[in-house]
């Protein structure tokens, strides 16, 4: 069984930061891609930001140069560092990882989800 929990999310004014945190936890041979989704109301859930377990990393256009994906390996951890936030960012954001298990099975594994309100 895998688990991805987030963490990190809340309230921040417009220009402000916030960080994201996703922990993989369970029965993991390997880690692939990690991401970063979101889901505004009456929206469809969109793609953030992805990196793969070497590094790569992709932005939507609307993220670039203001957020930033990382990952550290060793811990099957992604982060979402959000600088310059703005109200349109306001959503839940998920995190998505292609997990490996130990039962030799590939699997996409989601969190539950973390509610980001960018207001004044």
């Known amino acids: 069984q895998v688990q991805l929990v987030e963490s990190g999310g809340g309230l921040v004014q417009p220009g402000g930061s916030l960080r994201l945190s996703c922990v993989a936890s369970?029965?993991?041979?390997?880690?692939?891609?990690m991401g970063w989704y979101r889901q505004a109301p009456g929206k469809q859930r969109e793609l953030v930001a992805t990196?793969?377990?070497?590094?790569?990393?992709n932005y939507a256009d609307s993220v670039k140069g203001r957020f930033t994906i990382s990952r550290d390996n060793t811990m099957n951890t992604v982060y979402l560092q959000m600088n310059s936030l703005k109200p349109e960012d306001t959503a839940v954001y998920s995190c998505?990882?292609?997990?490996?298990?130990?039962?030799?099975?590939?699997?996409?594994?989601w969190g539950q989800g973390a509610q980001v309100t960018v207001s004044s």
């Open positions: 369970g029965s993991i041979f390997s880690i692939n891609v």
């Open positions: 990196i793969t377990s070497s590094g790569s990393t």
């Open positions: 998505s990882a292609k997990i490996f298990t130990r039962q030799l099975r590939v699997n996409d594994y």
